[in-house]
């Protein structure tokens, strides 16, 4: 299992983020071909100081199933729209195998 990963800082409008995050975001990354799992998370408390807003785990089979999502019109959609809703960088992806123990 592959996991994207990606947490996103406080926005200015919290209103905001979450409108456009639930209504247009989460409708097309449940479109990305071959996911797996789709999981978001909220009202986080950060251990280590930093403070985030939302936290998306995306889970594919493989490495080539998530590069091929990413890689599709509709993956490219996903990606761009990101900066409508937490410009610049209010949010770190990251990408990382996973295995169960």
């Known amino acids: ?8 800082e406080m926005p200015e409008d919290p209103a905001a983020f979450d409108k456009h995050y639930d209504e247009i975001h989460v409708p097309l990354v449940k479109k990305l ?5 789709y ?10 100081g930093r403070k985030y807003y939302l936290v998306a ?25 990101v900066s409508r809703f937490a410009p610049g ?4 992806s990251f990408i990382f195998e996973v295995a169960e123990v």
Not at 39 to 48: A, D, E, P, Q
Not at 89 to 92: A, Q, T
Request: glycine content about 8%; cysteine-free; aromatic content about 8%.
């Open 57 to 81: 785990e995306l889970d594919w089979e493989t490495r080539q199933d998530m590069q091929a999502a990413f890689g599709s019109q509709t993956g490219q959609k996903a990606a761009a729209d």
């Open 33 to 37: 071909p071959g996911l797996a799992r």
């Open 1 to 8: 299992m592959v996991r994207f990963l990606v947490l996103y």
């Open 89 to 92: 960088d209010k949010s770190h």
């Open 39 to 48: 999981t978001v998370s909220r009202n986080i408390v950060s251990l280590g």
